[in-house]
């Protein structure tokens, strides 16, 4: 007990996305039961509100029906097929009232969970687990220390209900007391008046109960799925994996960009560089005739140890070398490995593309 009681005041830090995934997966969420049930009751009691006079008379139906017949059924010998038809019957008569008082009741406990939860079908509640038939965790459950508060909440929840009740017919005792002397239907009327006032008195604080309940289930929620730091740490290990495992996949993915981009050297057109720390490799493809012109795009660029390896490789594969120490600058800080140049550096890349080609004419006619 004193392991557990350190674990809880060890689970400081906030659930993450994934623990929460995995509640709701496991059917954990902020769910106040008694919240539906006072929304039911309301609906119900609505239903019988409005439809009351149309169900109390499906019922008189009902009753007359049966009281007609009880002569002719009285006497008559119940077989199987027979009495399945009367208790048919029945059925088929009572259902359109009770559908009336329950359809209503059951799609705002729906609208009322799914307003609370959302949909969600927790494939994990569904397995069937040991520990679930485990009658010591169970009896644990049932009398362990929020079983004893679930017991007390019931317990104030019916003496409160009780009592307001009671105040109720308090403060009525003289309209009850005159009822005494009044003719039968009007006795009849005030007794529904007084019920149905005590009922709303006891349905408005079920339901001022159920809204406190609300926020209780979600702090009791929040309190539950709380992590301790290092949960917390292994959760974002399992989630986005092992930093040093992320390191060594980034370094990978470099190296591998680095050796594509070094094999397009021999491409370049030229090798704008400044003398030690910058060199920019830069291919230009002569458009078709008609076709508008393209710009010149950038198949490699380097800093200090990459630069030296851009231009070796140039060297070896003949292509020029320029040194231009603002426009190397310029384009390793404005352009990306694969991207056009940008406007701005037309003028001064295409003078050099251009002093390129007159230095490649001469060496052809040389």
Request: aromatic share 4%; net charge neutral.
């Amino acid at each position: 007990m004193a392991g557990e009681d350190s674990q809880k005041q060890d689970r400081t830090e906030e659930a993450t996305p994934r623990k929460r995934e995995d509640a709701r997966d496991r059917g954990q969420v902020a769910l106040s039961q008694e919240l539906m049930a006072a929304i039911m009751l309301v609906g119900t009691a609505a239903t019988l509100a409005i439809g009351g006079a149309a169900i109390a008379e499906n019922a008189g139906a009902i009753t007359v029906h049966a009281l007609e017949d009880l002569g002719e059924v009285g006497i008559a010998e119940l077989e199987g097929p027979t009495a399945a038809a009367l208790v048919a019957d029945a059925v088929q008569s009572a259902l359109p009232a009770l559908l009336v008082i329950l359809a209503p009741a059951l799609a705002l406990g729906l609208l009322v969970g799914y307003g609370q939860a959302g949909f969600r079908i927790a494939s994990k509640a569904l397995e069937l687990r040991p520990d679930k038939l485990d009658p010591i965790k169970g009896a644990g459950r049932i009398f362990g220390a929020r079983g004893w508060v679930r017991m007390g909440t019931s317990m104030l929840k019916i003496t409160a209900i009780t009592a307001t009740v009671a105040a109720v017919l308090y403060l009525q005792r003289g309209r009850i007391s005159a009822l005494a002397g009044q003719e039968l239907g009007p006795a009849l009327l005030g007794c529904m008046w007084i019920v149905g006032l005590s009922m709303a008195a006891a349905l408005a604080l079920f339901l001022a109960i159920s809204l406190i309940d609300v926020f209780f289930q979600r702090f009791q929620h929040e309190r539950d799925l709380r992590m301790t730091k290092q949960e917390v740490k292994e959760d974002h290990k399992n989630t986005e994996g092992d930093p040093h495992v992320r390191a060594r996949v980034r370094q990978l993915q470099r190296e591998m960009a680095s050796r594509r981009m070094l094999a397009d050297v021999p491409k370049a057109t030229v090798v704008v560089t400044n003398p030690t720390h910058v060199a920019v490799a830069l291919l230009y493809e002569k458009s078709a005739e008609g076709a508008p012109p393209t710009a010149p795009k950038v198949l490699a660029k380097g800093l200090d140890h990459m630069a030296q390896q851009i231009k070796a490789l140039a060297r070896e594969a003949g292509v020029p070398l320029h040194e231009d120490v603002p426009l190397a600058r310029a384009l390793y800080k404005e352009c990306q490995v694969g991207d056009f140049i940008p406007e701005g550096l037309y003028t001064a890349v295409a003078a050099v593309i251009g002093y390129v080609y007159r230095m490649r004419e001469q060496r052809r006619r040389a």
